[in-house]
Structure formats: structure tokens, C-alpha cells
T-cell receptor, first 109, second 117 residues
């Protein structure tokens, strides 16, 4: 089993749609969680950290469920510019950041 | 915010040659940097952890003699792909962990796309 697994993509949604990405992690000792965004042929960029209490940043909401070892990202009112690959990233006890395989999102007009 | 710069962004080389990629932290000191490799439509695979002043820690399956890492200063880590083969063609990305208010956030270089002919 992979240490971090994400929903397989791609997700193709119309503008204005709400889309949710899911991610599970296998190491219960994992300490920190992040969502990164990666545009084609570019480096990943931090979208948001994921806190135990859940957190929201504009149209983006991240949730963490430690009991189920599950992380989610919700994007409301999708924009064309949201099209990218979203990477679930887990900082494990060994001090390494482990990346999920990414979920590709394509927002269409 | 913290910035990590990587150079070169693109390199094309012949089989058998060696290629060096530099990763610099521009406005902070990074005692630890990470090197990742990414294949098309795949996720980032951690290759090694580069520690300033000591040997790099390689992930399982990564050849340390093939991918030489040097972290000689607090702002520079280099990855040298030795005796490159076409299968080494990939996108290589370095990163460094932020400090101070940015502790925990991982800042990435722009990536280096290597093509071995």
C-alpha cells in the first residue's frame, strides 16, 4: 500500500462547480499535512496546510480526519485558473515529505 | 517569502556525460534540502535528503554513485547525474524547508528538465 494515496483523476468540471479531492495516508504517526498545487511543467506550490480543526481559505476548504487517516480538499465555485494537479503531501515522523500521485483537475468554460 | 532557485532549468546532454544541477536558497539558510524526481504525469519521488556538511541520505533504490549530492554550504546543494543515460531523462526538483514563520513549509526550486540523448 502506498504511503499516500489520492483519488485517481482526472476531474473534469464546469466553471462554478464544487469539487472535492480525497487523500488517505497509511502512517498513523504522520505529523503534518498539506495540499500543493502543480501546474503543468512547473514546480509544486503550497496551496494550504491542513489543520486538525479544518481550515478554509477563500474558496478552498481542507479537512483532516486523523482517526480515518484521511484528508480532503474542497474547491467551491471553480475557476478556469483552478485547473492544475493537486498534490496531497504528508510530513511523516521520519522528517520526510511524501507526495501522493496527484489528482488532475480540469475546469471547463 | 522564502525562495529557492534551481539551475539550469533545462539541459540536454549526450549519453555518458555528467550533468550538475544547482539548488540555492536565496534568502534563508537551509541545513536540509531535498531532491525529487518526477516522471510525466507521476508524482514527485523523493530521491535523497541533502544535509549541509554531511553525507546525503538516499532513498531505497536510488543509486548514490549515480546521483551525487553535495551540500557544501547552507545555501547551496548540487545534484550531479553521472554517466547519464536516456532513462535518466526526467524533471528534477529540489526543495528546502522554510525557517521562522515559514517553518514546515517546503519551498521548491523551479525544476530542471534533463533530456539525455
Amino acid at each position: 500500500r502506498k504511503e499516500v494515496e489520492q483519488d485517481p483523476g482526472p476531474f473534469n468540471v464546469p466553471e462554478g462547480a464544487t469539487v472535492a479531492f480525497n487523500c488517505t495516508y497509511s502512517n498513523s504517526a504522520s505529523q503534518s499535512f498539506f495540499w500543493y498545487r502543480q501546474d503543468c511543467r512547473k514546480e509544486p506550490k503550497l496551496l494550504m496546510s491542513v489543520y486538525s480543526s479544518g481550515n478554509e481559505d477563500g474558496r478552498f476548504t481542507a479537512q483532516l480526519n486523523r482517526a480515518s487517516q484521511y484528508i480532503s480538499l474542497l474547491i467551491r465555485d471553480s475557476k478556469l485558473s483552478d485547473s492544475a494537479t493537486y498534490l496531497c503531501v504528508v510530513y511523516n515522523q521520519g522528517g520526510k515529505l511524501i507526495f501522493g500521485q496527484g489528482t488532475e483537475l480540469s475546469v471547463k468554460p | 517569502g522564502a525562495v529557492v532557485s534551481q539551475h539550469p532549468s533545462r539541459v540536454i546532454c549526450k549519453s555518458g556525460t555528467s550533468v550538475k544541477i544547482e539548488c540555492r536558497s536565496l534568502d534563508f539558510q537551509a541545513t536540509t534540502m531535498f531532491w525529487y524526481r518526477q516522471f510525466p504525469k507521476k508524482s514527485l519521488m523523493l530521491m535523497a535528503t541533502s544535509n549541509e556538511g554531511s553525507k546525503a541520505t538516499y532513498e531505497q533504490g536510488v543509486e548514490k554513485d549515480k546521483f551525487l549530492i553535495n551540500h557544501a554550504s547552507l545555501t547551496l546543494s548540487t545534484l550531479t547525474v553521472t554517466s547519464a543515460h536516456p532513462e535518466d531523462s526526467s524533471f528534477y526538483i529540489c526543495s528546502a524547508r522554510g525557517v521562522g514563520p515559514n517553518t514546515g513549509e517546503l519551498f521548491f526550486g523551479e525544476g530542471s528538465r534533463l533530456t539525455v540523448l
